[in-house]
């Protein structure tokens, strides 16, 4: 017999023992309903059998008894509902000091990079007891990020972020899959995760190969190298302290406001699709779109760099996680299409 066949999936993060308690008792009231009806039926068929010469049966009726077992799996359900919807809303609600790691699914590879630039190729590295929050797109088509181990699953769509997050609590290797079908060779979309102890993951995190750069240095070339500074610290909307903020807006036409927050999916759609919403008072000529000239891991350090930008920030001389941003751009090149050679060897 395979000694390492287990019939309940290891626990492997903080959530997974609350996931399993859940489960475990939506599956004893179901197996006990089902027992009981199971039983009564059979119970009350031999017993109430029609019999030759035998006369009609009287009507029956008690109110008591359909109070019961009217009321009794109405308390049941409630308390199935306030149980699963608590679990939701944690599930959905990161702790601040959560280690964030951006994660873009692509038929059929899971590309991850970490804050410092370090990428990996499906396969995942994260330190054991800490928060761990996961910004996650898809290039393509829609994936669903899957670690069985921690109890937690997320699909990954084209066109917005998603996110997940978790607490590793076992140091160790685990499955990671995709839980969608997203083409002929889904089935291959498979990697693991690495949980380490917090002394061994700065380790293996400060042992980036050469030439990888934080994903805040990385924005902020891409943000000179297409001239965003040019607009956003003139006639454009200032980029500082723009992350979080309210912003009022047009969409669609200018008699049609409404206030949004400027998050991941906000700035992801003012970069790829920039007349989708105008701020209030600019014009929608001001803006061009960069949508098939960005990937969607530029994407990532373009807004990984706007989050870093102070509200006293003064863009094109701010300080950067690297140091000055004018010490840290290179010549401006032309723009590039989205099959650049930089994307080839980030995807290898």
């Known amino acids: 017999?395979?000694?390492?066949?287990?019939?309940?999936?290891?626990?492997?993060?903080?959530?997974?023992?609350?996931?399993?308690?859940?489960?475990?008792?939506?599956?004893?009231?179901?197996?006990?309903?089902?027992?009981?009806?199971a039983g009564l039926v059979v119970f009350f068929a031999v017993k109430y059998?029609?019999?030759?010469?035998?006369?009609?049966p009287e009507k029956f009726e008690n109110v008591k008894l359909e109070l019961v077992w009217t009321i009794v799996p109405l308390l049941i359900s409630v308390v199935m509902f306030v149980w699963g919807a608590k679990l939701v809303v944690a599930s959905s609600k990161p702790p601040e000091n959560a280690l964030e790691i951006h994660v873009i699914g692509k038929q059929w590879m899971w590309?991850?990079?970490?804050?410092?630039?370090?990428?990996?190729?499906?396969?995942?590295?994260?330190?054991?007891?800490?928060?761990?929050?996961?910004?996650?797109?898809?290039?393509?088509?829609?994936?669903?990020?899957?670690?069985p181990a921690f109890r937690c699953k997320q699909d990954v769509v084209p066109g917005r972020f998603s996110y997940l997050w978790f607490e590793p609590s076992e140091p160790g290797e685990y499955h990671l899959f995709c839980a969608?079908?997203?083409?002929?060779?889904?089935?291959?979309?498979?990697?693991k995760v690495k949980v380490l102890p917090q002394a061994d993951y700065e380790r293996w995190l400060s042992m980036s190969p050469a030439g990888e750069e934080s994903m805040q240095v990385a924005g902020a070339k891409l943000f000179s190298q297409y001239g965003c500074a040019t607009c956003h610290s003139q006639q454009g909307p200032s980029m500082a302290g723009l992350y979080g903020s309210e912003r009022v807006v047009w969409s669609g036409t200018p008699d049609k406001e409404q206030k949004v927050i400027a998050d991941d999916n906000y700035l992801r759609e003012s970069i790829l699709y920039s007349k989708a919403k105008i701020v209030k008072g600019y014009s929608p000529a001001l803006m061009p779109t960069f949508q098939g000239l960005l990937t969607e891991e530029?994407?990532?350090?373009?807004?990984a760099y706007i989050k870093t930008v102070g509200k006293d920030a003064?863009?094109?001389n701010e300080m950067t996680p690297g140091g000055r941003m004018q010490d840290l751009l290179p010549p401006r090149p032309e723009m590039k299409s989205r099959n650049s050679d930089s994307e080839k060897r980030d995807y290898k």
């Open 1 to 37: 017999m395979d000694k390492s066949f287990s019939l309940w999936p290891t626990q492997a993060s903080k959530q997974a023992l609350h996931v399993d308690l859940f489960y475990i008792f939506m599956l004893a009231v179901t197996a006990f309903f089902t027992l009981l009806i």
């Open 49 to 56: 059998r029609r019999r030759e010469g035998a006369p009609p």
């Open 111 to 147: 590309h991850v990079q970490h804050s410092n630039g370090r990428r990996e190729i499906n396969e995942l590295t994260v330190p054991v007891g800490r928060p761990v929050k996961l910004t996650m797109q898809s290039q393509d088509v829609i994936h669903s990020f899957f670690i």
């Open 180 to 191: 969608e079908y997203c083409g002929l060779q889904h089935s291959g979309m498979i990697g």
């Open 298 to 303: 530029n994407v990532s350090q373009l807004i």
């Open 314 to 316: 003064k863009l094109g």
